[in-house]
């Protein structure tokens, strides 16, 4: 028997859309604020979103994913008053690690970076205290796969970067007005959550002293994988900041955003399926490697798009961002082993396997930090991206021996089919200088023509795809639309 994952699909849609949404407007942010106060500017406020979320998951201690494997029992089999008691308990932590870590930052700002100034020291430290806040209202409806009021409050969020942040930049505040958006965003960002969560949950503050031991523990094995995952992104930000300035570090930020559009994609579905998992008690390998085949159909042949056009998406923020293009190329190429990678993740962690967890994290994040120091003095934004993207393959190396040891097939050969097909059309686009306009369909269409001829993505997979994309009742209006296409995607 399959398991139905189509609620997990949907749910890891609506993340999705929420991402593809803020990166537009967020590109639409970056485009103004960088024609009207440089990318200095740009450079400033990724400098502050680096330090405040970096500190934010030093202190966390994985606490936002460790909550998820309690709510997400609790919640789907309504055992409430549970839910209401970790979660408190989570709130209470998150409280204390709040203050810390602000205190710690503060003194870093006043002692070691004098030169950005006290009022952006204060901007950095309320990042971070309404980012912690956000992680914890964003599990509790990640665990409950509620995941279209996290896109809600997201969206919203976003569009008020935009008109605060803008506003600021046009009255001459720069760097720090970009910033203020940013915090402005975190901001509403929680307090949209929070209001949803009294609505929708009615979640309550009920402390246990054991509940939080026991999220603490749940969270620990998750850590060095959050850690190091904010410094995979935040540590290369600093890194580039403290080795050439805040030019270089604009374009590497920009690089990342943009890569985000399909580096998400395995992310945001992949890490959704551990608290669907943690609530199975049969299915869960079935469930895991269908999650993994499908997001890998998805997101490859994108980021096979990215690797051949970079300077096309770049262009958009101005021609100088296309120096970022060889950047953008090695972070979008990371994508299908983050795939891959997510998947074991979270299946380990569904599991409760913490030392096989704590293994695949290390595994991934501490060759990037080790190359991070090596290369961005000798190669700037360039060298933190290679050393992203051959982190992602030594992770990829790490889970196929724990997908092993767990019982979970990867199977070679529709992996290499789906990752294989789109990488070979696309460095045959770029071999050959193939418009964009032509090689961007190519690759995408025969991708998917390919997947479903060589049996790859099955017919149940697509339909599961259908209903996570449409309710219901609309997939069952275009039934017949839909025979007729299955008819030829598979040559009947």
Known sequence: MQVSITKVTRGGLWLYVDVVVCLFIGYLYWIIVSRMAGVRAMGLASTALAFSLLYSQIFLLGVPVGIQRFLGNFINSGDLENARKYFGSAFTFVCLSSIIATMLLILLFTVFIQNLGIIFALVTCSILISNNFYLLFNAVFSSAIKTELIALADVSATIIRFVIGVSLVYFGWGGLGATIGYLAAFSSDS?????????????????????????????LPSWPQALFSSVGVWLGVISVFGVRGLLETGLYYVAYAVSSVVILIPRSMLTLMLPYLSGLNDGRKRASWRAIKIVLAVATPLAAVLCVYPKLILSLLGVGFQKASLQLVL???????????TGVWSLAYAYG????????????TVPRVILYFALASIMGGVGVALGFFVG?????????????????KLNVKDTMILVGIPT?????????????????????FASILSYTRLKVISKEDLIEIAHAFLPKEAVDALSTKLVFILRILYGE
């Open 353 to 364: 396997m913490y030392t096989r967890v704590l293994i695949l994290s290390l595994a991934q």
């Open 392 to 408: 992602s393959v030594i992770g990829v190396m790490a889970s196929t021996i724990i997908a092993k040891r767990i019982g979970l």
């Open 191 to 219: 307090i949209i959550l929070v209001l949803l969560l009294k609505k929708t949950l009615n979640m309550a503050i009920k402390p246990s002293f054991v509940a939080i031991r026991e999220v603490v523990k749940a969270g």
């Open 331 to 341: 972070l979008s190429a990371s994508t299908p082993f983050i795939a891959l990678f």
């Open 424 to 444: 070979f059309i696309a460095l045959t686009s770029w071999f050959i200088h193939l418009s964009w306009k032509a090689g961007i369909p190519l690759i995408l």
